[in-house]
């Protein structure tokens, strides 16, 4: 069974900034898309950002031009740098990651999501 551990989240200034990281637990699988969504309390999950293995990205609205996504395909990672962070950032961060798995097919998996909080 493979895993998605993030790591990165915690406390933050509003302006300030945070990278998360995620990575695959077994870096022999094939990732395709990668992904960061995120989920505030009473709110439904929303996509923030994505970048398929070609590295085609795509950006909420809502970060845009602070938000940036990175993978390492290498390495089956992604990383979210995220930048000049507001309160409505806060929220949990969630890894998402559609992966090939050998006599299954490809699998969307999830992380156990890491918590950012913008805070003064």
């Known amino acids: 069974q493979v895993n998605l551990v993030e790591s990165g989240g915690g406390l933050v200034q509003p302006g300030g900034s945070l990278r998360l990281s995620c990575v695959a637990s077994?870096?022999?699988?094939?990732?395709?898309?990668m992904g960061w969504y995120r989920q505030a309390p009473g709110k439904q999950r929303e996509l923030v950002a994505s970048?398929?293995?070609?590295?085609?990205?795509d950006f909420a609205d809502s970060v845009k031009g602070r938000f940036t996504i990175s993978r390492d395909n290498a390495e089956n990672t992604v990383y979210l740098q995220m930048n000049s962070l507001k309160p409505e950032d806060t929220a949990v961060y969630y890894c998402?990651?559609?992966?090939?798995?050998?006599?299954?097919?490809?699998?969307?998996?999830w992380g156990q999501g890491t918590q950012v909080t913008v805070s003064s």
């Open positions: 077994d870096r022999t699988f094939r990732v395709y898309h």
């Open positions: 998402n990651a559609h992966i090939l798995i050998p006599n299954r097919g490809v699998e969307d998996i």
């Open positions: 970048i398929t293995r070609s590295g085609t990205m």
